[in-house]
């Protein structure tokens, strides 16, 4: 049995060790440098005020012009060519005029260059020499899955100093992305590099899915086998732990045995994070509870909405239905909607959220036994977070089932059971470090990743150096 382990480990070491090596140092990257995305403050800050912008039709003759028969949630916003209805179903996504109800998706690079340009200009970005670079499905930076209702993108580079390029959807015209040349440099060497994330392999999510899943599978078994060895292996001199070995096998025994609490636990997180559902749960809705959450909207309850005035100061307008009603939200700020109800007056509160008693009402008919919505705290375990700075977030507990609402909009943000609770332990806390205690304190948690990453890497490069003796003598022999 033990020459069988060592066998196993030794070859499973020469196999991976370059790949452990490689995940510990771009760990320290990913902390710092996360991959490319269009935060919502982003996004926000590139909308053109509607300034008071003119309809011809009406957001139920929006959502049936655009063909989208399961849509939930529709948005006005100001773009280069006028103003569009954005509607968005289940899966996909699509624009329509909002002077006639023609379709308003983007097939022209002009179209596309003069949306950059704008978005560019409302954010104080400087967009003197834009060019679109491509119009394509996918490339390095738009791989992820949540980009498929937008394809293909358009993707413009600003010219400006820090060389940003932003993204357009050729479906809805609306920007979905932007990098810049340091965020696409250090991912090269972060993320891209950590998730073995070429365009080639991730544009095909199943494949990737699988071979990142069996690459950390056996990159769990070796650190396994040799925590075995490890410990087996041990030689007491003095009362003090010592190694049979000398050179760097000692050296790789005793920085193993120093590093292999956070060794195992980093590699099986980073093998969960790729569960997708295989060990835990996945967080999502039962058919059921979608058929409440998701409840399409009387689109034609929208008249009494649509005849409130545009506000010269709004930037976005959305209409959604929650529980069964329909609402529009007018975002002058960020931070800052008045939200409306179908058929009421104007919500006529301070905050503009969502009532707490008609959130406890949907979450009554997605589960039984659900106490009263209670808001987050700031320390909560299993944090979750409006896309609206300072807006609620209202918890409700069924029994072991729970599910978090955002106040702003209506979203349901988390579905957590026994499993997904577990699995936020397992994975995110033993990967990131995101313990509640050192997200207090994130100088203490920087130096813990980057101290703990630097060791792993240093034991990984023991191995690199006994693992390519191993294969010289190997190919002598």
């Known amino acids: 049995m033990m020459r069988a382990i060592v066998l196993l480990h030794r070859w499973l070491g020469v196999a991976f060790c370059l790949l452990f090596a490689m995940w510990f140092a771009t760990g320290i990257v990913m902390h710092f440098v996360p991959f490319p995305s269009l935060t919502e403050a ?10 008071g912008a ?45 002077s006639d109800g023609g379709g308003a998706s983007v097939a022209s690079s ?8 704008d978005h560019a200009r409302s954010r104080g970005l400087d967009a003197a020499r834009p060019a679109v670079v491509a119009r394509s499905d996918y490339d390095q930076w738009s791989v992820p899955n949540g980009f498929d209702r937008h394809r293909p993108l358009f993707r413009v580079a600003l010219g400006d100093h820090g060389g940003t390029e932003v993204y357009v959807s050729s479906l809805t015209g609306e920007i979905v992305l932007d990098t810049t040349r340091s965020e696409r440099g250090w991912n090269l060497v972060g993320s891209v590099l950590h998730w073995i994330y070429p365009t080639v392999l991730r544009s095909n999510w199943s494949l990737w899915d699988c071979v990142v899943w069996t690459l950390s599978l056996l990159a769990l078994i070796a650190a396994l086998l040799g925590a075995v060895l490890g410990l087996v292996r041990i030689k007491l001199r003095g009362g003090l732990i010592g190694s049979p070995y000398r050179g760097w096998h000692a050296l790789h025994h005793l920085i193993g045995l120093a590093a292999t609490v956070f060794v195992l636990t980093w590699i099986f997180s980073g093998w969960l994070s790729m ?7 996945r967080g999502q809705l039962t058919s059921a509870e979608s058929s409440v959450m998701n409840a399409g909207p009387n689109w034609t309850t929208a ?19 929650f529980n069964g009603s329909l609402y529009r939200r007018d975002r002058m700020g960020l931070a800052g ?33 659900c106490g009263a919505p209670s808001g987050l705290a700031g320390n909560d375990n ?23 609402i955002d106040g702003a909009d209506g979203n349901l943000l988390q579905r957590l059971d026994s499993s997904r609770r577990a699995y936020r332990w397992f994975y995110g806390a033993l990967h990131t470090l995101d313990f509640p205690a050192l997200i207090a304190h994130p100088w ?11 060791l792993g890497f240093l034991f990984s490069t023991t191995g690199i150096v006994i693992g390519w003796r191993r294969l010289r003598r190997s190919f002598a022999g």
Do not use: N
Request: proline share 6%; aromatic share 8%; net charge neutral.
């Open 337 to 369: 909607q008045t939200l409306f109800k179908a058929g009421d007056a104007p919500l006529d509160r301070a905050t503009g959220f969502l009532d707490v008693h008609e959130v406890q009402r949907l979450i009554a008919r997605l589960a039984v036994g």
């Open 110 to 117: 002009d179209v596309a260059l003069a949306i950059a340009r």
């Open 42 to 51: 982003e996004r926000f800050a590139g909308l053109m005020p509607l300034d």
């Open 54 to 98: 003119e309809t011809g039709i009406a957001v139920a003759d929006a959502v049936a012009a655009s063909g989208i028969a399961d849509a939930t949630r529709v948005r006005l916003i100001q773009r280069s060519d006028g103003p569009v209805y954005v509607v968005s179903g289940r899966s996909r996504a699509g624009a329509v005029r909002a």
């Open 303 to 321: 008249s009494s909405l649509d005849r409130q005035p545009v506000p010269p100061s709004a930037r976005e307008i959305e209409w959604f239905a």
């Open 444 to 454: 203490l948690r920087d130096g813990l990743v980057v101290g703990l990453c630097a």
């Open 382 to 404: 299993y944090p979750a977070q409006s896309t609206v700075p300072g807006a609620p977030v209202y918890r409700s507990y069924c029994g072991g089932l729970w599910f978090d």
């Open 275 to 281: 569960d997708h559902g295989r060990l835990f749960s």
